[in-house]
Nanobody, 116 residues
Framework: QVQLVESGGGLVQAGGSLRLSCAAS????????MGWYRQAPGKQRELVAA???????SYVDSVKGRFTISRDNAKNTVYLQMNSLKPEDTAVYYC??????????WGQGTQVTVSS
């Protein structure tokens, strides 16, 4: 198990951008697919983006064309570039393995708040 520390969240106006980072305490090379999740108040946590070790990416429809996920295995870090943010993107964002089978300990997450 590695520890995951998310950062980069904040308050931004609609249409703005943020770049989230997820730093792992150990190697993530063996975790084929890493993902970014979000949980809005009163809602379940959802996987919004995933990236494989080979660089293939996938996104939930609501963020396609606006969010870009990437990973740097040498730095044990996963990124989420978020552009054209909308109020409905407001949530706590977490990173972890994309498959529950390979979940690591959940971090504290980073709060993203988008004002209208």
């Amino acid at each position: 198990q590695v520890q995951l520390v998310e950062s980069g969240g904040g308050l931004v106006q609609a249409g703005g951008s943020l770049r989230l980072s997820c730093a792992a305490s150990g190697s993530i090379v063996s975790i084929n697919a890493m993902g970014w999740y979000r949980q809005a108040p009163g809602k379940q946590r959802e996987l919004v983006a995933a990236v494989t070790s080979g660089g293939s990416t996938s996104y939930v429809d609501s963020v396609k064309g606006r969010f870009t996920i990437s990973r740097d295995n040498a730095k044990n870090t996963v990124y989420l570039q978020m552009n054209s943010l909308k109020p409905e993107d407001t949530a706590v964002y977490y990173c972890n393995a994309a498959s529950p089978r390979f979940y690591q300990n959940w971090g504290q997450g980073t709060q993203v708040t988008v004002s209208s």
